[in-house]
């Protein structure tokens, strides 16, 4: 597990190290996973689980050292040595890109680099390679192996909401410009609506950001968690209920995978294969 990995802080302030990087992942939809940053400079305010789990493992000390994210230096060296191991690369199906960190963190060019050549070697390994990110999917990507898949995580198309819940994420307008760049490019093509808010957050209509997503080949829909202001809106119940419904409607319509977060909603859904 990584969260029992040894890890130490470099004289530049900005870098770690670490003795592994591909790691099982417990995460619902996931399988193999790498996270080669340790923290987020998006900020979002939700506050994410990510941080929440680095701060209970003391991997950070609080939200102001979390959105100063720190690379692990020797990425690139475990990556080569792990993928040598064939006993582990057999248990592999496909590698996500990342689950507490974001590979393609906005106005981070040292991170979008070092993602596109983790992303380069695990494909160079017959490895296919998922990504999620709320930065700018780079268009290089489409270079790289016809078996990746690419998604971006949307909530609104409000930018003055993303300028108060996530500041240093990327504009919403260009994270579905690069989605769709790369859906053109023969890419499948994924969003992740979560965690979505209610309605004392913001005023949104679910079908407005639907509408926007009609290229992708799935849509993973999931509730808001960790924030005491959701049991605040006393129909949150229903309102996620009614929410995942218009998801799973509108998927059904438009012939859209879909996967409903465990938890979301109290009716039971079947997954689209």
């Not at 995942?244 to 859209?256: P, R, Y």
Request: glycine share 4%; charged share 25%; with cysteine.
């Amino acid at each position: 597990m990584i969260f029992l990995e040894a890890f130490q802080r470099m004289n530049n302030m900005d870098q770690i190290v670490r003795k592994t990087l591909l790691y099982k992942t417990d995460v619902e939809y996931g399988y193999y996973t790498i996270n080669h940053v340790l923290g987020c400079s998006h900020g979002c305010m939700y506050p994410c689980y990510a941080m929440l789990m680095s701060m209970r493992f003391g991997k950070v000390k609080n939200y102001e050292s979390w959105i100063k994210p720190c690379v692990v230096s020797n990425a690139l060296e475990l990556l080569d040595k792990e993928l040598q191991n064939e006993k582990l690369v057999s248990k592999i199906k496909e590698v996500h890109l990342c689950f507490t960190t974001d590979p393609f963190m906005y106005n981070r060019d040292d991170i979008r680099d070092m993602s596109l050549e983790i992303i380069k070697r695990l494909n160079l390994a017959k490895l296919k390679c998922t990504a999620l990110t709320k930065g700018i999917l780079p268009i290089e990507l489409a270079s790289l192996s016809k078996e990746n898949e690419y998604g971006i995580t949307l909530i609104s198309l409000d930018e003055s909401f993303r300028q108060k819940i996530e500041s240093g994420s990327a504009p919403y307008k260009d994270r579905i410009d690069a989605l769709k760049d790369l859906h053109d490019s023969s890419f499948k093509t994924w969003v992740s609506i979560e965690p979505y808010p209610t309605p004392n957050f913001i005023e949104q209509n679910i079908n407005e950001i639907l509408e926007s997503l009609q290229f992708v080949d799935k849509i993973i829909f999931g509730r808001l968690n960790y924030n005491s202001k959701v049991c605040e809106y006393k129909d949150y119940r229903n309102f996620f209920n009614r929410t995942a419904q218009q998801v799973i409607e509108f998927c059904d319509k438009h012939n859209i995978k879909y996967h409903i977060k465990n938890g979301t909603i109290t009716d039971s859904v079947q997954i689209k294969q």
